[in-house]
């Protein structure tokens, strides 16, 4: 579908949404959550970098699919929550300080006073005082103390509430940022997650003199079977193999989702021979997952996977790795998919 198909927003006053379902009907992709956020920001034209993505797409004729929407969501519209969240957060906090300061300078305000009084009382009980002035003297002491005590109090549990907003408001922060790095439908780490996780295991590996492996697993024929069995049942092999990456890795390793169907682990402290047992452990264990549709009991299928290890060379960087492994994947799927390759 080219560029000069797409219905003009403008046109015949349809809204956003509108166009946006149309749009994903004639395409054939689900109108899924994510989907229809990219179309219906394309539409709105309130996200100039996606709908340039969008165009540069269309206007070579290709169609757009369900993952490449996923993909553009997770790209495009999960950063934007998150840049628009974070300046909001930052204010709040900024507020709170400011609300902390004011307190602790109330606190000192009325200690400092509460000092100067003492000693004006301490100069009154000096001059030998009646009985009767003495015991004014204590009376009023004790009223300004209880005064003090009072105002202490509250700036105390002002200084409280404050404290339980910004606990709040770190733990707010806290979950954005978590999102922000997490694939919503498996749970595992997104592509940004796994990118700033491989540059931080790239500097500890040559920190320390340690080997670091890395493995790229694409599943086979996933787009047929998901155009045979539908996205749900697609959806939910992408989660049952996500469990798999899980269930098979360990301690410091990474598995994430690095977009559509493809997987990929990072494996601090592993040659590439323990990486390529480690994929044909995982590839096994996917192979042998016996796929039926609960409703009815049919025998969906076998799903199998393709995988490419690489290990970390000596001057080597993020790209490069990630370039080898990603032809080790390749050579697996040339020579018959359901494979493990090294590079």
């Not at 910004?166 to 922060?173: A, D």
């Not at 491989?198 to 086979?220: F, G, Q, T, Y």
């Not at 301690?251 to 682990?265: K, L, N, Q, S, Y």
């Amino acid at each position: 579908m080219t560029r000069r198909q797409q219905p003009d927003p403008a046109a015949g006053g349809e809204t956003a949404s509108q166009l946006a379902l149309a749009a994903l009907d004639r395409m054939g992709i689900e109108a899924t959550p994510q989907s229809f956020a990219v179309f219906h920001d394309y539409y709105s034209g309130g996200n100039a970098a996606l709908k340039a993505a969008i165009d540069g797409v269309l206007e070579q004729g290709q169609h757009l699919t369900a993952e490449a929407c996923d993909e553009l969501h997770e790209r495009f519209l999960t950063n934007a929550v998150l840049a628009a969240l974070v300046p909001e957060a930052s204010l709040q906090l900024a507020d709170m300080m400011a609300t902390m300061a004011d307190i602790i300078a109330h606190a000192g305000a009325d200690t400092k006073n509460f000092g100067r009084q003492l000693q004006a009382f301490a100069g009154e009980a000096g001059q030998a005082p009646s009985g009767a002035s003495l015991a004014l003297l204590i009376q009023r002491l004790l009223i300004h103390t209880q005064e003090t005590i009072a105002r202490v109090d509250l700036l105390e549990r002002r200084l409280d509430e404050a404290r339980g907003e910004i606990s709040e408001l770190r733990s707010s922060v806290d979950r954005i940022q978590r999102e922000a790095m997490t694939d919503p439908l498996t749970g595992l780490g997104n592509r940004r997650a796994f990118e700033a996780r491989l540059a931080s295991a790239i500097r500890d590996a040559r920190k320390r003199r340690k080997p670091l492996s890395v493995l790229l697993c694409d599943l086979d024929n996933f787009k047929r079977f998901n155009d045979s069995w539908g996205h749900l049942i697609g959806d939910l092999v992408l989660k049952l193999f996500a469990k798999v990456l899980s269930d098979s890795t360990k301690g410091r390793d990474m598995p994430a989702r690095f977009g559509g169907e493809e997987f990929a682990v990072i494996l601090p402290e592993t040659p590439l021979s323990g990486a390529t047992r480690l994929a044909e452990k995982i590839r096994q264990e996917l192979e042998h997952k016996r796929l039926v549709k609960k409703n009815t009991g049919d025998e969906i299928g076998k799903i199998t996977v393709s995988i490419g290890c690489a290990t970390l060379g000596a001057k080597e960087t993020a790209a490069e790795l990630l370039t080898r492994a990603d032809k080790a994947l390749y050579a697996a799927k040339g020579d018959g998919r359901n494979r493990v390759s090294q590079a």
